[in-house]
């Protein structure tokens, strides 16, 4: 199921800010090795390593949301959760940051 990110910040700034947000990620969360590989200009795939499993998903930046779609193995449900929820908090903090002009 596809969670959903809304923002008022324009597509293209929407994109600027989950690349931010990402970059971000990476840093506090490093120990999960995610990787972002944009696949177009609006999408990219994302993957992130937890307890030897690997979570694969998909993100699309639109006009008005960003669409975030993670494949996570059953084992590992319970991380999904709390993994979209790092995630949609550090887009909104960046898409914030975005709206004032600091990227």
């Known amino acids: 199921?596809?969670?959903?990110?809304?923002?008022?910040?324009?597509?293209?700034?929407?994109?600027?800010?989950t690349i931010a947000a990402f970059a971000s990620y990476s840093d506090k969360y490093g120990q999960y090795s995610p990787t972002t590989t944009w696949t177009g200009d609006y999408s990219a795939k994302v993957s992130f390593n937890v307890k030897g499993f690997s979570l694969d998903g998909k993100v699309e930046v639109?006009?008005?949301?960003?669409?975030?779609?993670?494949?996570?193995?059953?084992?590992?449900?319970?991380?999904?959760?709390?993994?979209?929820?790092?995630?949609?908090?550090?887009?909104?903090?960046?898409?914030?940051?975005?709206?004032?002009?600091?990227?």
């Open 1 to 17: 199921m596809e969670h959903r990110v809304p923002h008022d910040v324009g597509k293209d700034l929407a994109k600027k800010a």
């Open 62 to 103: 639109r006009e008005k949301e960003i669409g975030l779609d993670l494949d996570v193995p059953f084992l590992l449900r319970p991380f999904k959760s709390k993994a979209l929820e790092i995630i949609e908090r550090e887009i909104g903090v960046w898409c914030q940051k975005a709206k004032r002009g600091e990227i």
